[in-house]
């Protein structure tokens, strides 16, 4: 080791605790522990770690096995597992226990491990009660179990005062009425439950009893069917994913400002949803699986006047769709059935996304000075009448800025013929920036796909995003097919001309590694492109061996026609 590397050492080891344990905090618990290990300090420092992470398959990959002779795992190996099982419930113990003897606080505390037997249980209530005394902020616990066995867990988690994150996940029970005057749960402020069993009589004491909660997250969990959140002057935050479907649902909150409600089961299982006009800070609405009547939608807008922010995901619509909102800012109509027509008055709307197999006929009546639409789309389902309906979408509704999303499950051959819109008269909608992001694995007809965007649009500015799902082909034949004339039809009709005899010239405007802002972009610098993408993918993938986010590069070209 050379010297600068030692005086590095050297000052890490003299910092003080709090900001070694603040730095550790940031890091994963591999990393975390080599920097301890460089630190003179580094045995004091890594035992006084306030954030303890206790996941069995740190100890072991097997641990989560319920029955390992149902796996076929050998003797020997069943041996391995237990005795790795040991050393991992042995670790907590003697962790908490150090803890404890020195009053050491924990900031963070997060447990996933699986409860093979009804006689390992005690074990985590034991651990619950070695916590309630430890100051602790954030609790995180996953608990498996085989057999349809849940684990009741121990509530002297409710009382832990300084509590501010509580998430329970998975075979957790939750049945039992509470004690409310045992709950002491003061400081919360986020609580989680995932896939939990719990009743509705204890959601209701939970809410009564935590004051200080912004956030209730509840995500396919057991045990109600009818949901009612009413009477709380903190919450502003709630989340409800049911996976089976429920009956009735009744929000009745002055403070709530989100609101997400996620159906996975059938839409016949919804009854009614009722949401109080009294939820008049509410600004972000999303429903998912959700049969929809307009005029309840509509009543919905109009009763909330803050509302800015609106998700229809996979719902059931009807063909005729119309909306009214002066402060509507953002508005997504992801995956919906049974749409053909919708017409909104929404002259503050700037960010619109739609995704769907076809495209429906959307107007607007009033539009706002600046705005942008991203559409998500399968290449096989962009056909004739779709480019067409494009046209009026764009038209209609003046975006400046256009992003397609787009992606292929079936590799079937995009074609475009000039002859189709014979007798069509237009103008070509002008466009200040269209991003492509592909994901598509399938090789296209890339000269038919840019001949079927570009037919009516002339954006100023073509940006193509490069993202780690991207497929590397896709982009590198874009690439080609818009700097590359082949002998082919052109497709020039009496009142369509082809957007390539009106394109003058193309520069990136952007500077990435090894390319230069105002590069000209042609047939002799394509090679330089190309590589770039190479270059950009094959860094891509070592970087996402290491960790956990890729950042995404694009390509940004003014195009002058």
């Not at 795992?73 to 391995?80: F, L, W």
């Not at 107007?363 to 942008?372: A, E, G, L």
Request: hydrophobic share 40%; aromatic share 10%.
């Amino acid at each position: 080791m050379n010297d600068e590397g030692k005086t590095c050492i050297d000052r890490i080891s003299e910092l003080p605790d709090f900001i070694l344990h603040h730095i550790l905090s940031y890091l994963f618990t591999k990393e975390a522990a080599q920097l301890s290990v460089i630190s003179k300090r580094w045995q004091y420092v890594w035992e006084t770690f306030p954030i303890l992470d206790f996941h069995e398959g740190y100890f072991g990959k097997d641990l989560c096995v319920i029955n390992p002779k149902q796996n076929w795992i050998s003797k020997d190996g069943r041996r391995k597992i237990f005795n790795q099982r040991v050393k991992f419930m042995s670790y907590i113990d003697k962790k908490l226990h150090r803890f404890r003897e020195k009053n050491l606080r924990v900031n963070k505390f997060f447990l996933s491990m699986t409860l093979v037997s009804n006689k390992l249980a005690p074990r985590v209530d034991t651990w619950m009660d070695l916590l309630a005394d430890m100051r602790i902020q954030e609790l995180n616990v996953i608990i498996r179990a085989g057999h349809e066995r849940r684990h009741d867990l121990s509530k002297i988690l409710f009382t832990m005062e300084s509590l501010t994150l509580l998430i329970l996940q998975s075979c957790v029970l939750l049945n039992s009425r509470l004690d409310r005057n045992a709950v002491k749960l003061s400081s919360l402020v986020e609580m989680h439950l995932i896939r939990v069993s719990i009743d509705e009589d204890t959601i209701q004491d939970l809410i009564f009893c935590c004051h200080s909660m912004k956030v209730f997250f509840l995500m396919n969990c057991v045990g109600f069917e009818n949901l009612e959140i009413c009477d709380h002057d903190k919450l502003e935050k709630m989340v409800y994913y049911s996976q089976s479907g429920f009956k009735d649902i009744g929000i009745k909150v002055p403070t709530l400002k989100e609101l997400i409600i996620h159906n996975g089961g059938e839409e016949t299982m919804v009854h009614e949803i009722i949401v109080s006009s009294v939820c008049q800070n509410l600004k972000h609405l999303s429903l998912w699986g959700i049969p929809i009547d307009p005029k309840w939608l509509q009543s919905m807008l109009t009763s909330f006047p803050l509302l800015e922010h609106l998700v229809l995901q996979n719902c059931v619509l009807q063909e005729f769709m119309k909306l009214s909102s002066q402060v509507l800012k953002e508005m997504h109509l992801l995956h919906c059935t049974k749409l053909m027509e919708a017409e909104f008055d929404t002259p503050n709307l700037h960010t619109f996304e739609y995704c769907g197999k076809t495209m429906p006929r959307l107007y607007s009546n009033n539009v706002s000075d600046y705005r942008t639409a991203e559409l998500e789309v399968r290449l096989e389902d962009m056909n004739r009448l779709w480019f067409m309906r494009l046209k009026y979408f764009l038209k209609d509704n003046k975006f400046q800025d256009l992003t397609f999303s787009m992606t292929s499950i079936s590799g079937e051959v995009i074609s475009f013929n000039g002859e189709d819109y014979m007798g069509i008269q237009f103008a070509p909608i002008e466009l200040n920036n269209m991003k492509l992001v592909a994901y598509s694995l399938k090789s296209i007809n890339f000269a038919a796909l840019l001949d079927s965007l570009f037919w009516n649009l002339r954006p100023r500015i073509l940006s193509i995003q490069l993202e780690f799902y991207s497929s590397k082909k896709f982009i590198k034949g874009l690439l080609k097919s818009l700097v590359t004339v082949e002998e082919r039809k052109c497709c020039c009709s009496q009142n369509l001309e082809c957007w390539r005899h009106s394109l003058k010239d193309i520069k990136l405007i952007n500077n990435v590694k090894g390319l230069k802002s105002n590069t000209v972009f042609n047939a002799m610098t394509l090679n330089n492109f190309t590589n770039f993408v190479d270059d950009w993918k094959t860094e891509a993938k070592r970087i996402a061996k290491s960790t956990a986010f890729v950042k995404d590069e694009t390509l940004s070209f003014q195009l002058s026609w």
